[in-house]
């Protein structure tokens, strides 16, 4: 078989599993999921063995140590993958949920039932946790998932995919809910993204190359977990103190993150006391300031911004900051700069916040509060495949339920259409 | 300014007046739907005479005489798009509901607020209704809207689209939440298909050539009202009066549609009772039949089948009749052939229908009870734009509350990552 056939073989058997996977219990789901950590823990050799392959062959074409360090697993890391898995089997099943009924006057009832999506392409870059963290979401919410992995971790994500496959047969569910496209062959993702009468959705976990690549050849909806180009907004009547707490964290905290502040905007009449005591603190934690002509005059270390600057998802101790005259300033450049993901307001004024809450068109919007907790976790809804910025289907952390969708279920006793 | 610069500026001032759209009151939306009623009334001269040139090179060109009347606008159809406002005016006005909230541990309140998605273009063929009924739901919803009708309702659409951007203006709308593209390029279309920055999500109306075209060329995420190749299932167990009832409903009432049925799946234990009824009343809607082999036995009047027509969307007094085993085979069946739009099963045993809810794949399931009344109005949801059959964002009617989506909002009192 060449790999087209390779993959369409495999997407075709996904779809098939998907259907079983449709019907199986939560117990079900729930045993497997146990059976994937068990074999974990019990193959650990095997997976630093193989996972070293990948680390050796990473350090022959000189891949930088913070890449190697994300793709490398240990016994710590191994540990995180389990407990990944125990979480999520704790997490409710939202698969077969009814989440509203009505009854017509012609006596039908009209039901939304809650159901998996079907089979879910994740095509993900160097970490190799993604094949179990990715897995256990899809499988609990009763989806087939195929991954296709970067190919400087090919020998671990075809040792942990190869373990995964084995655990869920044994635990009653078709080996097929989860495979690993075991090529390096870049053509392969070119044919996955064709095969939408296969899978229902795509999600690319990667840079900017990976998600302009599926943007320009996918034929199946994509949903996309973009760049941060988040913000705060200190607005003229607000508490100082916490303004610059919220900032500073928002910045500084891990700014390698999506929802990171890449700019803080300033309202003009509070600029003079804010300004000094934000940049004290902004200094302490090494972040290097940007501003804009007139933040300049308050500023004692900023280099001035230009305005590519406001476009630019840094993920490094590195701040824009811009003075604004009025709220609408604010919302506007947000609109327009930021990349709709997640984006504060700090305000001790109600309508300033109301207007904010509406008018900001970002998947999460935070009124007097860090932008860094935008997160499946810290929203409560548990694990997650990551945070959507767009509009369809899903704003915000990609999560459980958001694996699923609703189709309606209409509960008769004979009704025709007159 | 060419083509490329007009559709972009056009896209750039929808989303402009989007912004504003999202925090304009429902009253005065409302009041804005009133006024193009009220225009729609005044202008019915116009509107003829502008049809008429439509009507006219119509003739020319010698398109059929269905592709005419879908074409032509009377008195009765100006009646129809004023009703049609007005039922959208009675409707509820989703954007800014709070949907669900929950303190989390840290007293930070996290909420979902129902947003319109921003941007909404529309690319449709023939009936210039769509101008009407399009952009009275994406503007109580809060959209913008951009038109892209066929160019054989070119004079049609503008003459529409043109009072209906005074109608909202002289209500204080801003006139771009409305535009139509004025051309007949075919290239125009291809550059709204790339516009991600500006608009949120395409919708095509119409024929197959249409939606292939906007499935390969869209760089904006696409919500398909595809085919409907939908399927009733008698069961062995049923009401046989019911199941003759509803499924010649279900193909016979208005076969045109894509909610009506192209294939019936009979199980075996019933056939020889089924077939004959159900046979009598086709025949006497004036349904012409074609048979699986098995099914060729009791029906006097069936053409053999072949495998090929299972796929097929009549749209017309022709239907598929064949045999099944078990409702596995039927289900099967269903997911294989089907189009994920409308399918039913007929019968008086819980098991099955509770196994059929769960286990086909489709946007709306019914038990006991005529695919056709798949519809936004039999559902209780209003005006719909169409029915959708992928599964991402919405599956079935695509009413008021499907023009928006739900982000997060969330409200502190000073809360960091720690």
């Known amino acids: 078989m060449d790999i087209i056939e390779q993959v369409t073989e495999m997407a075709k058997r996904a779809k098939a599993a998907s259907y079983i996977l449709m019907n199986i219990s939560t117990d079900l789901k729930n045993g497997a999921l146990r059976a994937v950590a068990a074999s974990l823990d019990k193959n650990r050799g095997e997976i630093k063995r193989r996972n070293a392959l990948d680390i050796e062959n990473g350090r022959k074409k000189n891949l930088t140590a913070a890449f190697l360090d994300r793709l490398m697993l240990d016994d710590s890391r191994i540990d995180a993958m389990i407990k990944s898995l125990n979480d999520v089997i704790a997490l409710p099943d939202p698969a077969g949920e009814i989440t509203s009924s009505v009854k017509r006057p012609n006596g039908m009832e009209v039901l939304k039932m809650r159901m998996p999506l079907g089979v879910v392409g994740i095509i993900f870059e160097s970490r190799p946790n993604v094949c179990v963290e990715a897995s256990s979401l899809t499988l609990k919410s009763g989806n087939s998932v195929i991954l296709r992995g970067g190919s400087d971790a090919f020998n671990s994500n075809t040792c942990l995919g190869g373990l995964i496959r084995e655990a869920i047969a044994s635990a009653g569910l078709p080996a097929d809910a989860v495979s690993v496209v075991a090529t390096t062959d870049r053509e392969a993702v070119g044919e996955m993204l064709k095969l939408k009468q296969y ?14 690549f599926v943007a320009e050849n996918s034929r199946i909806p994509v949903i996309y977990h973009d760049a941060g180009v988040c913000h705060t907004y200190v607005d003229a009547d607000c508490d100082i103190a916490m303004a610059v707490r919220v900032s500073v964290n928002a910045k500084a905290q891990r700014p390698s993150t999506c929802n990171s502040m890449e700019t803080l905007l300033v309202n003009a009449a509070i600029a003079e006391k804010f300004l000094p005591a934000v940049e004290a603190e902004l200094l302490k934690a090494k972040v290097s300031i940007k501003a804009d002509e007139s933040a300049m005059k308050y500023l004692k270390s900023a280099a001035p911004a230009v305005e590519e600057d406001f476009y630019r998802e840094y993920n490094d101790y590195i701040l824009n900051i811009k003075i604004v005259g009025t709220i609408d300033a604010a919302i506007a450049h947000i609109n327009k700069y930021g990349s709709h993901h997640s984006d504060a307001i700090i305000t001790s004024d109600a309508l300033a916040a109301a207007r904010f809450e509406k008018e900001v068109d970002s ?9 860094r907790l935008h997160d499946g976790f810290e929203f409560g809804l548990g694990a997650e495949m990551g945070i959507s910025n767009q509009k369809l289907h899903v704003r915000g952390p990609m999560a459980l339920k958001e694996l699923t969708s609703e189709k309606y279920v209409v509960r008769g006793s004979g009704q025709i259409r007159g």
Do not use: C, E, M, Y
């Not at 899978?199 to 302009?212: E, F, M, N, S, Y």
């Not at 998947?363 to 932008?371: G, I, K, L």
């Open 363 to 371: 998947a999460a919007v935070f009124v007097n509060a860090s932008t």
């Open 199 to 212: 899978i229902d959705v795509i999600i690319p976990r990667g840079g900017k190359g990976l998600v302009d």
